[in-house]
């Protein structure tokens, strides 16, 4: 079993529409997570921050389940420039080595 | 204000070739860390510093790469007798603190190395 899995997609939804990504992870050890965003050919930056008590920014948030290992995205009134690839990122242990999982592609079409 | 900046943005080398990629953090920023992105899949964790110290190498593939930084600041990523499954857009991050786990990376544009 891969340490980070995500369902590839890709997601296509209407301008508007609430969509939602989850992601596991195995290790059950690990202590932060995040959602970085990917445009094509770009770098990744980051989205978010996961905390254990589920955060909001705007139109998207953030929920971690620590007992099914699973994070989730949701992101309302999803717009146009939302179309990018989402990464969830697990670190390990408080270490430095961060496994990201392979990214959830999202198309917004108009 | 200056990001992460890396170089060359993109190397062609031959099978067997040495090449070297540059990558300049945010000033400043004591954690650097070097990935490797295959295409269509998330980036691989190769290696990690503070400041000078190489504290993670676990991700480095083989002994065919070598990462240093050697000033703690710019970072260099060396693949020896390169092959053609080191084709990848490898990427540099760094991030403020020393206690990364829990930092913001910010990310160079990336260097796209294929090799023939």
């Known amino acids: 079993r891969k340490e980070v899995e995500q369902d590839p997609g890709p997601f296509n939804v209407p301008e508007g529409a609430t969509v939602a990504f989850n992601c596991t992870y195995s290790n059950s050890a690990s202590q932060s997570f995040f959602w970085y965003r990917q445009d094509c050919r770009k770098e990744p930056k980051l989205l978010m921050s996961?905390?254990?008590s589920g955060n909001e920014d705007g139109r998207f948030t953030a929920q971690l389940n620590r007992a099914s290992q699973y994070i989730s995205l949701l992101i309302r009134d999803s717009k146009l420039s939302d179309s990018a690839t989402y990464l969830c990122v697990v670190n390990k242990d408080y270490g430095q080595n961060f496994v990201f999982g392979p990214g959830t592609r999202l198309s917004v079409l108009p | 204000g200056a990001g992460v900046s890396q170089s060359p943005r993109y190397k062609v080398a031959k099978r067997g070739q040495d090449v070297a990629l540059r990558c300049d953090p945010i000033?400043?920023?004591?954690?650097l860390f070097w990935y490797q992105q295959a295409l269509g899949q998330g980036p691989e964790f190769l290696t990690y510093?503070?400041?000078?110290?190489?504290?993670?190498k676990s991700g480095l593939p083989s002994d065919r790469f070598f990462a240093e930084r050697p000033e703690g600041s710019v970072s260099t990523l060396k693949i020896q007798r390169t092959q053609q499954e080191d084709s990848a857009v490898y990427l540099c991050?760094?991030?403020?603190?020393?206690?990364?786990?829990?930092?913001?990376?910010?990310f160079g544009p990336g260097t796209r190395l294929t090799v023939l």
């Open positions: 991050a760094s991030s403020l603190m020393a206690e990364a786990s829990t930092d913001t990376q910010y």
């Open positions: 510093f503070q400041n000078e110290a190489q504290l993670d």
């Open positions: 000033s400043g920023h004591v954690s």
């Open positions: 996961v905390y254990s």
